[in-house]
């Protein structure tokens, strides 16, 4: 239904070559200058004008590789230079705010972060701290950041980086990407911190040749990120979808958002410090080292958490049935369920979901990011521009 | 992430801009010369030329328009000629089956349906059925398809039509994509029911200026069809979602599917015959009068129909809550619920949703196509492969 553009120029089709190269150097690692022809559908010696570019601006290097296949003069291995075009990621988490500049390639040359408080959390307070972070890392790194992104665990509008709602931050109608792009003098991209999980799972984690996949995650509420057709899903205003209020209990807890028994008030943080018997506001520390001590004796953990596990079971079954992925990663505090649980819930989503047995059973895997996943992906955001731009 | 292509050779351009002409034509109706290059970003000499064609093949004519806005020349209105390019659309549904062959511009050049019962529904009935209704559609009109889209209400392997499972006409596991084009000569293609009613309001219905919407029907069982950044959304597989198997009632009814409460056991067609007090399998041309005769009554709809609302508004939520979608389509059997009970729905899915709130409110429309949606929709199926081929 696109209208079809009346050609390409040659300066448009340069730069287009060079982003796609370097994006391909940055998503995949280093690779032969024969492997990004094949891959690219281009001839090679495009793409050694395009190398011999982008090496004189000191943005990739060449090495000749230890190991070599067949006979002839080896390939020349093409290495992005992670200091040329470097990004500053942050991760507002409730508890935390994670900072690091990360270089092309995504390599983190440094990191930074902070506790947060009831009294810390106020978005002044924190505009203020991540200013002067990102004052520290570039001193002590020598580099300055060319994009920046950041993960907020709430509603937000993607195309300027207002925060409707954070509510386990408190926030409400923050204007975010225009207040840190005033401090950091750099054009701020905001995302949903769910959206940026599944990003990082896809380009960097256990998601990598998905292309329909689901990424779930509980920082206090639950978000979910989900990828289609190998395309971020966002609805209308570039708003991503809310998983953790799909309804999924009727006669369930009033869940801040204005409804009752969302999903999150029955698998969120709280609700599993609950079935474990601990207060609700018990540490992320502690909860996850329950959880650990739990997995160590057999049957222990599925008779806990067989309500939870249920209510995992019923919320997925909804998701699978929706969205049909072929992949559902759990991430954050889901990825410290015990393997047994996870297990259980796999079972019972398969068995249950009509869509699951259509497309031959979705899998689920615990992501290898862990809590690194969010910052990936508020790099990942910063990229997106910065790769056209170098 | 896509690898850039090497260019554009001149005979793609052509062929390219060729389908963009006629599938805007196709969608949007005759327009001018100047608006074709205008809305296409082509050059009028451009236009001319692939007008000039497809004039000399007989796919579009030429017409002086008898309004005229300015001075000068008129600019001549281009428009498709309907027997030029022509589409066999089936539609499958549970009690009946409904055919036409459709020109190029949508318009509906001869129908024939005939009902199905318990005994015709078997897929070898309906196929043998099928390919002789095709052969007197053709003589009768004198025409000849180039292209099948057939609706089917059940879980679709959109890559080769195959029909997993269409629970309320007791399919499993049938090769109806490859059966139907072994019988009738030409690739048909299959899709599920509300994917293609989805397509039909996106365009050609009320859903024309939206680009992130969801269209909701019962036929017999609930199925719902979404368009996300203008595009389907589809899972693995080519598989559409389910909303109809998400899971709203814990305590519900065992659905066939395995799960238990899914929002079809609560809001598909036998549960609204219940609610009304009528015996499950009440034909729908029944149905219909008893809603239309209670919408008469002030009150009397919203006292009989109060639950069942509930569990539209439940469902509702979370598909709004996960989709994010700016208008949401009711179609079939939901568009004949009375006007009362939809804008309490309305009311109260904007009250309880999240997501809702924050995109400004998500519109609710009752679809225009009525019965005819899903037949327009594998129309638009069977067209997409057709307008690049003309």
Redesign the interface.
Known sequence: ?T??????RPDD?RR??RA?LL?RLH?DGPCTRATLAT?????RS?IKAVVDGLAEAGVVTEAVPTRRSGAGRPSLLVLPEPQSAVVLAVDIRVDQVGMAMVGIGGQILGRHSWNLHRTTRLPGEVITHVAESAQLLREELGVVEQGVGVSVPG?V?RRDGLV??APNLGWREVALGSRLTAVLGKQAQVGNDAELGALAEHLRGVARD???LVYLSADVGVG?GVI????P?????G?????G??????DGRDCF???QGCWETEVGEPALCRALGLAEDTPRGVLVAELRSLAAVPGRADLLLDDYAGWMV?GL???V??????LVVLGDLFAALPPSVVARVRDEVQ?????SR???GTRMEVSPLGRDGKLVGAAELAFEPVLGAV
């Open positions: 239904m209208a079809p553009t009346s050609g390409t089709a287009h070559n796609a994006r998503v891959e690219l559908g281009l001839n495009t509603v509008r409707h709602e998905a292309s329909d979910g289609a057709g190998g395309r899903l966002r609805g209308t205003g708003y991503v979808g809310e998983l209020h799909l309804l999924v209990r009727p958002c204005g409804a019923a079954v909804t998701v049935n929706m969205l049909a992925p072929e068995r249950r979901s009509l869509v259509a497309v031959g």
